[in-house]
Protein backbone atom coordinates (compact mmCIF):
# COMPACT_ATOMS: atom_id res chain seq x y z
CA UNK A 1 0.00 0.00 0.00
CA UNK A 2 2.92 1.85 -0.79
CA UNK A 3 0.87 4.30 -2.84
CA UNK A 4 -2.18 4.28 -1.15
CA UNK A 5 -6.02 2.52 -1.74
CA UNK A 6 -7.33 5.50 -2.92
CA UNK A 7 -4.48 6.67 -5.93
CA UNK A 8 -4.38 3.00 -6.86
CA UNK A 9 -8.05 2.65 -7.30
CA UNK A 10 -8.26 5.96 -9.25
CA UNK A 11 -5.02 5.01 -11.51
CA UNK A 12 -7.12 1.66 -12.36
CA UNK A 13 -9.97 3.16 -13.39
CA UNK A 14 -8.30 5.44 -15.97
CA UNK A 15 -6.08 2.88 -17.18
CA UNK A 16 -9.34 0.74 -17.96
CA UNK A 17 -11.99 3.18 -18.88
CA UNK A 18 -9.57 5.97 -20.32
CA UNK A 19 -6.91 4.02 -22.21
CA UNK A 20 -8.65 0.54 -22.55
CA UNK A 21 -5.82 -1.08 -20.25
CA UNK A 22 -3.17 0.58 -22.30
CA UNK A 23 -2.00 3.62 -20.08
CA UNK A 24 1.78 4.92 -20.98
CA UNK A 25 2.69 4.76 -17.33
CA UNK A 26 3.50 2.01 -14.69
CA UNK A 27 4.21 2.41 -11.34
CA UNK A 28 7.78 1.20 -9.56
CA UNK A 29 8.64 -0.09 -6.14
CA UNK A 30 11.88 1.91 -5.18
CA UNK A 31 13.21 -1.00 -3.67
CA UNK A 32 13.46 -4.34 -4.59
CA UNK A 33 11.18 -7.31 -2.68
CA UNK A 34 13.78 -8.79 -0.43
CA UNK A 35 15.50 -5.49 0.23
CA UNK A 36 12.00 -4.56 2.22
CA UNK A 37 12.20 -7.82 5.19
CA UNK A 38 12.60 -6.62 8.45
CA UNK A 39 14.41 -8.61 11.18
CA UNK A 40 12.74 -10.27 13.27
CA UNK A 41 13.65 -8.54 16.51
CA UNK A 42 11.40 -5.77 15.15
CA UNK A 43 8.45 -7.73 13.98
CA UNK A 44 5.61 -8.78 16.28
CA UNK A 45 4.80 -12.70 15.32
CA UNK A 46 1.15 -13.43 13.68
CA UNK A 47 -0.83 -16.34 15.50
CA UNK A 48 -2.43 -17.81 12.64
CA UNK A 49 -5.62 -19.77 14.01
CA UNK A 50 -5.39 -23.40 12.58
CA UNK A 51 -6.82 -25.15 9.34
CA UNK A 52 -10.34 -26.12 10.40
CA UNK A 53 -10.35 -28.67 6.62
CA UNK A 54 -13.32 -26.96 5.78
CA UNK A 55 -12.66 -23.26 4.44
CA UNK A 56 -8.95 -23.81 5.57
CA UNK A 57 -6.19 -26.19 4.82
CA UNK A 58 -3.09 -27.25 5.49
CA UNK A 59 -0.49 -26.64 3.40
CA UNK A 60 0.79 -29.91 2.61
CA UNK A 61 -2.90 -30.68 1.64
CA UNK A 62 -3.06 -27.97 -0.31
CA UNK A 63 0.07 -29.02 -2.57
CA UNK A 64 -1.70 -32.10 -2.80
CA UNK A 65 -4.79 -30.78 -4.39
CA UNK A 66 -2.43 -28.46 -6.53
CA UNK A 67 -1.54 -31.82 -7.97
CA UNK A 68 1.95 -30.99 -7.94
CA UNK A 69 4.58 -34.19 -9.42
CA UNK A 70 7.97 -33.98 -10.61
CA UNK A 71 9.97 -36.51 -11.47
CA UNK A 72 12.19 -38.78 -8.89
CA UNK A 73 15.39 -38.16 -11.25
CA UNK A 74 15.23 -34.80 -12.81
CA UNK A 75 17.77 -32.67 -11.58
CA UNK A 76 17.02 -30.21 -8.53
CA UNK A 77 15.51 -27.02 -9.24
CA UNK A 78 15.87 -25.28 -6.23
CA UNK A 79 19.50 -24.65 -5.31
CA UNK A 80 21.64 -22.25 -2.90
CA UNK A 81 24.09 -20.56 -3.21
CA UNK A 82 25.86 -21.26 -0.28
CA UNK A 83 24.54 -23.83 2.65
CA UNK A 84 25.31 -21.52 5.38
CA UNK A 85 23.88 -18.44 4.72
CA UNK A 86 20.10 -19.86 5.58
CA UNK A 87 21.24 -20.43 9.16
CA UNK A 88 24.12 -18.28 9.82
CA UNK A 89 22.24 -14.76 8.10
CA UNK A 90 18.60 -15.84 7.40
CA UNK A 91 17.37 -18.13 10.62
CA UNK A 92 19.31 -15.60 13.16
CA UNK A 93 18.29 -12.38 12.15
CA UNK A 94 15.04 -13.07 9.92
CA UNK A 95 13.74 -15.98 11.62
CA UNK A 96 13.99 -18.44 8.82
CA UNK A 97 11.34 -16.66 6.40
CA UNK A 98 11.91 -19.54 3.93
CA UNK A 99 9.82 -21.77 6.40
CA UNK A 100 7.19 -19.19 6.33
CA UNK A 101 6.66 -17.23 2.74
CA UNK A 102 6.92 -20.65 0.52
CA UNK A 103 2.95 -21.42 -0.19
CA UNK A 104 4.12 -25.36 -0.19
CA UNK A 105 6.35 -26.30 2.85
CA UNK A 106 9.43 -26.59 0.49
CA UNK A 107 11.75 -25.23 2.60
CA UNK A 108 12.54 -26.03 6.52
CA UNK A 109 14.75 -25.89 9.39
CA UNK A 110 15.63 -29.05 10.64
CA UNK A 111 18.31 -30.24 13.24
CA UNK A 112 20.79 -32.56 12.52
CA UNK A 113 21.46 -35.99 14.91
CA UNK A 114 24.88 -33.37 15.72
CA UNK A 115 22.23 -31.27 17.21
CA UNK A 116 23.18 -28.66 14.12
CA UNK A 117 20.43 -26.70 12.11
CA UNK A 118 20.29 -26.53 8.32
CA UNK A 119 17.79 -26.12 5.79
CA UNK A 120 16.29 -28.85 4.20
CA UNK A 121 14.62 -28.23 0.72
CA UNK A 122 11.55 -30.13 -0.22
CA UNK A 123 11.66 -29.85 -4.22
CA UNK A 124 9.07 -31.78 -4.94
CA UNK A 125 6.37 -30.42 -2.84
CA UNK A 126 7.64 -26.68 -5.33
CA UNK A 127 4.95 -24.68 -7.02
CA UNK A 128 7.02 -22.67 -9.54
CA UNK A 129 5.48 -19.88 -8.06
CA UNK A 130 9.40 -18.33 -7.66
CA UNK A 131 8.26 -16.28 -4.71
CA UNK A 132 11.46 -17.87 -2.67
CA UNK A 133 14.06 -16.39 -5.51
CA UNK A 134 12.32 -13.56 -5.08
CA UNK A 135 11.81 -12.84 -1.25
CA UNK A 136 14.85 -14.89 0.22
CA UNK A 137 16.82 -11.61 1.55
CA UNK A 138 19.86 -13.04 1.01
CA UNK A 139 19.33 -13.67 -2.74
CA UNK A 140 20.80 -17.21 -1.88
CA UNK A 141 17.89 -19.50 -3.50
CA UNK A 142 18.04 -19.66 -7.22
CA UNK A 143 15.36 -21.22 -9.03
CA UNK A 144 15.93 -22.57 -12.21
CA UNK A 145 12.75 -23.78 -14.72
CA UNK A 146 12.47 -27.30 -14.14
CA UNK A 147 13.01 -30.02 -16.50
CA UNK A 148 9.75 -32.35 -17.78
CA UNK A 149 7.06 -29.84 -17.50
CA UNK A 150 6.96 -31.33 -13.73
CA UNK A 151 5.07 -28.92 -10.93
CA UNK A 152 1.03 -28.24 -10.47
CA UNK A 153 -0.82 -29.84 -12.70
CA UNK A 154 -4.65 -28.10 -12.20
CA UNK A 155 -6.69 -30.43 -14.50
CA UNK A 156 -9.84 -28.44 -13.08
CA UNK A 157 -9.10 -24.99 -14.65
Not at 9 to 38: N, S, Y
Not at 89 to 114: D, H, I, Q, T
Not at 134 to 141: E, S
Request: with cysteine.
Amino acid sequence: MAKGLYLGTLMVGIDQVVFGGKAPWTLRHQHADHECLKPAAECKPIDYPKPDGKLTFDRLSSVFISNTNHAEDQPVHLRLQSSEIPVQVNLRRYAGPEARFCPAGVYEFVVSEEGRERLQINAQNCLHCKTCDIKDPAQNIDWVTPEGGGGPNYPNM
